[in-house]
């Protein structure tokens, strides 16, 4: 059964390392996103410290782990800290969608 994660990246302060990998970066994610793995990601906003959330629907925090350790930012070093924790949603507009378990397409 699919459940949702959050997962939280803390980055280097490499910011030349981060620039020069975001494109394999960005397309790691993109095609997480066209199979229905990630539901949302972005970058934290222009005050605070660099880094990011990412939401995954997955079986488990393992297969979780994996998508990261796969990661163009984890691969080269840009992620400094990142933390995976499942994810409860109840209120709001998209929680019923988080929470639902996921369907074949």
């Known amino acids: 059964m699919a459940r949702t994660f959050a997962v939280t990246y803390s980055y280097s302060p490499d910011e030349a390392l981060q620039d020069a990998t975001r494109p394999a970066h960005l397309a790691h994610l ?11 990601s972005g970058p934290w906003g222009p005050d605070d410290a660099r880094g990011g959330l990412l939401i995954f629907r997955a079986d488990t925090q393992a297969a979780v782990q ?7 930012f984890t691969v080269r070093g840009v992620v400094a800290s990142s933390e995976i924790r ?12 988080l929470a639902a378990e996921k369907t074949a397409n």
Do not use: F, K
């Open 86 to 97: 499942e994810w409860l949603p109840l209120l709001g507009s998209a929680a019923p969608a």
């Open 66 to 72: 994996a998508i990261v350790d796969r990661d163009p």
């Open 30 to 40: 993109r095609s997480l996103a066209d199979a229905g793995t990630l539901i949302a």
